[in-house]
Structure formats: C-alpha cells, structure tokens
C-alpha cells in the first residue's frame, strides 16, 4: 500500500485531485472514495470492531433489536441495506464505514479535534472501480446495467437482502461501496457514502493490503494541521455546514474561538 507525507498545502491537494482525470469523458472526475482521521496510527476498524468481545456473533442480535425498537417509518424500505444505512447514521455499531466524495470533508476530518493537533493526521483515498472490479459477476453485471460506480441500497437489495446472503456471496473477501439514502442533510452535506465487507472481522486496510494500486495513505504532519484547518474554515468547510443544527454551529464555534496554543 501507498503512503506519502506531504509538505504543503499546495502539495497535499496535488496528492488529493491526482488521477482525477477521466479520458473517456475528458473530465476531472475522481474515482476516489476518502476518509480523514485525525491519527495517522488510527486503522479502518469499524465501529462493530471497536465494540470488542464477540462483536461478530453480537452483529445480528444490534441489527434485530434496533429493528425491533425503532420507528417502522424511519427507513423508506424494509430492507438489509437501508436499516444498515440507518444504523449506522443513528450511532449503532454496524460493518459499515463511512466515506465521502470530497477531498476537502476528509481534510476537516483529519483536522476537526484540535486536542489531536500535535499528532500526524492521515486521508485515505481508495479507488471504489477499481476495488468494484473485484466483485462478483452478480454485483458487477448490476453497477453495468446500471451504468453505475456504486451501489445504492436498491441495487443492492436486488441482488442480497440478507447478512448471511452476503457472507455467502463470494470466496473471496469483497468490499463494496454504496451509496446510503438521503436521510438528512448531514449525509448530503458530508457528500458521504459507505464501504461494507462481507467479512466482519475482517479490517478494510488488512484486505487493502492485498489488493495493490487500489489505495493510499497521506500523512499530514502535525506541524501542518493549523494551516490546513484555518484554510479549510475560510473556504466554509466546517462543523457548521456538515452537522446542519446547534449541535454542528455550537462545535464549529468551540473549534473556532480556541486557543492555538
């Protein structure tokens, strides 16, 4: 797997729009999923990992019981991918990871903690085609039909609907990246979507790994973090435009008004 250090401000937005361009189109149209984290020791874990124990048995048991609590009328379908979608987006520990579109929204993740400032940060860039060449015929023959590069959860609940189903689908380890519905302005602000493996324990960077050319780390050094962060909120990249509420505008204002020191 890749990993590159940048410099610079100039050199980390060279790193992160590199490959953009698309000859059959003659656009620059990135087909690169990121993901910001504010410690560039932190692995792709998903949030069903970090419970611990036997996360792997207790998966089903999450998903049945928030099913069972939750309001019917909160997914727009009865269906695996959108109570996952839900789940997730609601704080429920799920296989699930999330990602966005933007290069500018990783950037604000890997510097949004200011506690974390004096530690590297990390993005991470993923070619979603390039890993959906590895599919299954099944899925694969679904994104073509569609002419599509990602999944939505209506696709995907055409070809698996269950957790079992998905397990079972290929020989191999898979990973795949869908897009969830639109469930408030947090998801389309975020410009965020999602990758789910078929194998729960298994950590997204361990099957990167295997698969070379799909992926890359960039490191930013902590030295560069203020630079980047004040960029960032002058170009309104910041807690108050991506968590739309009080919530987003009271942690955009506490970030903002504190001490660099």
Known sequence: METLRINSWDELLNELFADSWNEDIRRFRSRFAFRGLSDSSYRLDTTLMRLGGQYVELERHLLRNFKKYAHRNIVERDSLWHWLSVAQHYGLPTRLLDWTYSPFIAMHFATSNIEKFNIDGVIWAVNYVKAHELLPQTLKKRLADEGANVMTVGMLSEVVNSLSEFDALANDKLTIFFEPPSIDDRIVNQHAFCSVMSDPSMALESWLENQPGISRRIIIPAALKWEI???????????????PGLDGLSRWLKRHYSPST
């Open 229 to 243: 962060r004040d960029k960032l909120d002058q170009a309104n990249v910041n807690e108050r435009v991506l968590f």
